[in-house]
């Protein structure tokens, strides 16, 4: 447990050697999607001034789909369109150091102090984003970050672009 912890507060610093190191690990998976569930779970509670209880579960549901939809995404950019030379990953690799990079959003129960709860939620949102890119960055053995940045910002789009497609097919989650 006290290794699950230290990789949780290690991919939070933003240690490019963590994400090196869950890349390669291939029994790091439930570790990644215990990062995204209890990031999800600190959301969660963080709004449920917002939300209620219910955006807890709901939240945690939808951020395990999100991990999946994203680290699938990002593989198909970043492998198949925007590869480099050396580049080579597989989905798992991409699941393992999204899911870590989900690890700045345990602050976010933070937002259960009021007032708080925005601020709270644009810091995490933006430190993790910072992890994704590092996280990508890794996973697809990119030598620059740049690159990265790009891959993330592409599927972003098209994460959103779907998200609108879906919500206006099925309506808005209520």
Same mark, same amino acid.
């Given at each position: 447990?006290?290794?699950?912890?230290?990789?949780?507060?290690?991919?939070?610093?933003?240690?490019?050697?963590?994400?090196?190191?869950?890349?390669?690990?291939?029994?790091?998976?439930?570790?990644?999607?215990?990062?995204?569930? *209890?990031?999800? /779970?600190?959301?969660? &509670?963080? #709004? !449920?001034?917002?939300?209620?209880?219910?955006? %807890?579960? =709901?939240?945690?549901?939808?951020?395990?789909?999100?991990?999946?939809?994203?680290?699938?995404?990002?593989?198909?950019?970043?492998?198949?369109?925007?590869?480099?030379?050396?580049?080579?990953?597989?989905?798992?690799?991409?699941?393992?150091?999204?899911?870590?990079?989900?690890?700045?959003?345990?602050?976010?129960?933070?937002?259960?102090?009021?007032? *708080?709860?925005? /601020?709270?939620?644009? &810091?995490? #949102? !933006?430190?993790?984003?910072?992890?994704?890119? %590092?996280? =990508?960055?890794?996973?697809?053995?990119?030598?620059?970050?740049?690159?990265?940045?790009?891959?993330?910002?592409?599927?972003?789009?098209?994460?959103?672009?779907?998200?609108?497609?879906?919500?206006?097919?099925?309506?808005?989650?209520?």
């Amino acid at each position: 447990m006290s290794s699950y912890i230290d990789r949780i507060k290690r991919a939070a610093l933003l240690k490019v050697d963590l994400y090196e190191e869950v890349e390669a690990d291939e029994g790091a998976m439930m570790q990644a999607m215990g990062v995204v569930i *209890l990031s999800s /779970i600190a959301g969660g &509670i963080g #709004s !449920v001034y917002q939300f209620g209880f219910t955006g %807890i579960l =709901v939240g945690s549901i939808s951020a395990l789909i999100s991990w999946f939809v994203w680290a699938y995404t990002v593989y198909f950019i970043g492998v198949k369109v925007l590869p480099e030379p050396q580049t080579e990953a597989t989905p798992g690799q991409l699941l393992r150091t999204l899911g870590f990079a989900s690890a700045p959003g345990l602050i976010r129960i933070l937002g259960i102090i009021q007032g *708080l709860g925005n /601020i709270i939620a644009f &810091i995490a #949102s !933006v430190w993790m984003l910072i992890a994704m890119v %590092i996280a =990508v960055r890794q996973a697809l053995d990119y030598k620059g970050t740049l690159r990265a940045v790009v891959v993330c910002i592409i599927g972003w789009i098209l994460y959103w672009l779907a998200a609108l497609i879906i919500f206006a097919l099925f309506g808005q989650p209520s």
